[in-house]
DNA sequence: GCAGTTGAATGGAACGCTCCAATCCGGTCC
DNA sequence: GGACCGGATTGGAGCGTTCCATTCAACTGC
């Protein structure tokens, strides 16, 4: 496409009949400019249809407004919201956002941090990321960084927002306590990096109660659909059988309910379920899953205001900051039978 | 936090005593370059952590490298695949993909396009887009644009991908038919984009099986969950009543199961159920929702080929590809009682 | 009527890079 | 040994902006 035919300020200023100095000054809306040439620079602009070029700008400024997100894994359910909360926020302080996604690749993850970093953003916040820590180190030398949801980056320089995973599932063990429910086993995941604070809170819950002794972990990596059907039938072999699950995230949670559906058992009736995330899968009505839900919207805000707030004074140690979970009762947790 | 003073060119130059144009050149992998001016250079650049500024780059070379993709909402579970289909091809020629969304919102949307036509993004692909049809036109005077999944987007000089919504629907009601179905219902939606052609799929699939009389729809904006409660709701109310039904999309088909559930009607014993877009949730076993799927990775790969050959070439009629979508049978499913 | 003041407008340097034209230098050929 | 060659290297212009320093024009006050 002609994109070096595209109009300048050049063009811009050559048709209102004024200099090119001028008509910057009216783009940017300054207060010294007579109304005739104001006028006269404008009716240019949309003639031309002239559109500045941000590069240029951004060039000579020395600065592009611009924080770059690295989203790990765009069909995790969990990001969208906290998007959309970072946003809002880079919105209201006069940035822009730009994405790029690493298709839960640390590969790709990589590259595309790369990539953000050379097109000189001016922050960096990554949502889950699973890339090495070195990377964000790296990254962080350069331009602030704001880790969102992984309790494992404790660097200098960097920032973290999360929420409180051990929390989360104490809430959960704390309600089904409350029901009346004293077999509570968990379903964990593996790898992934909230698996340790969410299975430790269950289990300090757990003890915390006197319930230690009742403690019941079917762990492997069972983030999926199939991985918390095959946790929950290894529950179900188990004697006495639990009365509710925990389950590590809300697709785990929908899982163990087609594995229990199998067995001829009922939710809430014979097992209580309990799911993370609030994802809008709990939502639906057909499962109505009692969830903890992150505060995700705050999350971002939070991470947008971190880095603008290093943007501005990149000194004072790195802030942690962890928000609190919220337990969302619905139709999948009842008074054990 | 210090943008100015990171390295450039000349600091490289400077450090490996040679010309910045010889940095260029090596960094840019030319061949005439000296083994031992290369190593020298190479270290310079790891020494100083230098990454080139992909702004001055752009500036000079007169173009980016890098397509722009308008993501209307990215809740919508519909485009994750599709942008990685994107990425892919972009990555294999040669491109970067800038992400923007829109939140949904038409305004939204025109920021978003205005704030990637300033980046001078050499392309643009708009997923599913709600804004109005004059601003894909304004856009398509600077830049190629390609639009993914709006059917009503007819202009010249766009190119479209979508796949074939009314073939989608004709599949489903044929395989159900096929099963012993006569009494086929359709929970549409109003507004979106694709309603129109999945309903008209449906009543043609259903006159050329001879069966336009039992042509049922309930309409209204069902493409949630609650949409499809209450369409669901409203056909079980008539008589005879419908031995199968399909959604507009998965998430108004599982609304559907709950009203069924609520009735106590069982899927697919009493009722056989279809959703629409293959989604994650029509995949959980505990749903297991026959669903039509379209190919969306396919869709990013076309909609990326699409725009690649615009930016080199950008004559030609505009291309409208339509792909063909696949029927995905499940649990739901079922011959009549 | 002229120095001084103020508001409006402009020219040019600079941002960090690429790329073209020019220069440099060690051989080779006759 | 001087002309010529070709690979290696370099200086400088230019990309589209912003912004500083300067100029210009129109008043003001005495």
């Known amino acids: 496409m002609n994109l070096a035919r595209r109009p300048t300020i050049h063009d811009v200023a050559e048709r209102a009949g ?12 300054a207060p010294n400019v007579s109304d005739r040439r104001r006028a006269a620079v404008a009716q240019a602009v949309t003639d031309l249809g002239y559109r500045p070029n941000a590069v240029a700008r951004s060039l000579v400024e020395q600065r592009t407004r611009t924080v770059g997100v ?52 001016e922050g960096l916040v990554m949502l889950n990321p699973v890339l090495d820590a070195w990377v964000v180190d790296d990254a962080s030398r350069s331009v602030p960084v704001v880790v969102v949801g992984r309790h494992d980056l404790r660097l200098l320089r960097v920032d973290t927002v999360s929420s409180d ?29 909230a698996a340790d604070p969410r299975r430790q809170g269950y289990e300090a819950a757990m003890r915390r109660a006197g319930l230690g002794a009742q403690i019941r972990v079917s762990s492997g990596d069972y983030t999926t659909d199939e991985g918390g059907y095959e946790g929950m039938t290894k529950l179900l072999a188990e004697r006495p059988r639990p009365t509710a699950v925990l389950a590590h995230n ?40 009692t969830s903890v839900s992150q505060p995700r919207l705050e999350m971002g805000h939070l991470a947008l205001t971190a880095v603008h707030e290093r943007i501005d004074n990149s000194d004072g140690p790195a802030r942690n900051d962890v928000l609190e979970p919220v337990l969302v009762v619905r139709a999948t947790t009842a008074p054990p039978h």
């Open 165 to 193: 995973d051990a929390r989360g599932t104490a809430l959960a063990v704390e309600h089904l306590i409350g029901l009346g429910h004293r077999h509570i086993a968990h379903i964990a995941a593996g790898r992934v990096a």
């Open 70 to 121: 690295l989203v790990s894994n765009l069909h995790n359910p969990f990001f969208a919201e906290v998007v959309d909360g970072l946003q809002e926020q880079a919105t209201e302080l006069g940035y822009r956002v730009l994405l790029g996604s690493g298709n839960g690749l640390s590969v790709r993850e990589e590259e595309t941090v790369e990539a953000l970093l050379e097109l000189r953003v």
């Open 18 to 29: 004024v200099s090119k100095s001028l008509v910057s000054l009216v783009l940017r809306g």
């Open 250 to 289: 809300d697709l785990a949670a929908v899982g163990a309910m087609g594995a229990l559906d199998d067995a001829g058992l009922r939710v809430p009736d014979d097992v209580s379920l309990v799911g993370y995330d609030n994802s809008y899968l709990a939502g639906v009505r057909h499962l109505s899953l």
